[in-house]
């Protein structure tokens, strides 16, 4: 069996964990605008509320 230091196996959990999350968020659909509070940052304007 190979012998593999501790810090080899530290690096290949995070890579093989930071692997799955990408693949994981990649293969979510996603959502279908209407979605934004429009306060998050995003840029998206909120509707305007011409309802006078």
Do not use: Y
């Not at 890579?15 to 998206?44: D, E």
Request: glycine share 10%; with cysteine.
């Amino acid at each position: 069996m190979i012998q593999l230091e501790w810090q080899t196996v530290a690096a290949l959990v995070i890579v093989a964990t930071t692997l799955t999350i990408f693949l994981v968020r990649l293969a979510k659909p996603k959502a279908k605008g209407g979605n934004c509070g429009h306060s998050c940052g995003c840029g998206k304007k909120a509707p305007s509320d011409h309802s006078h």
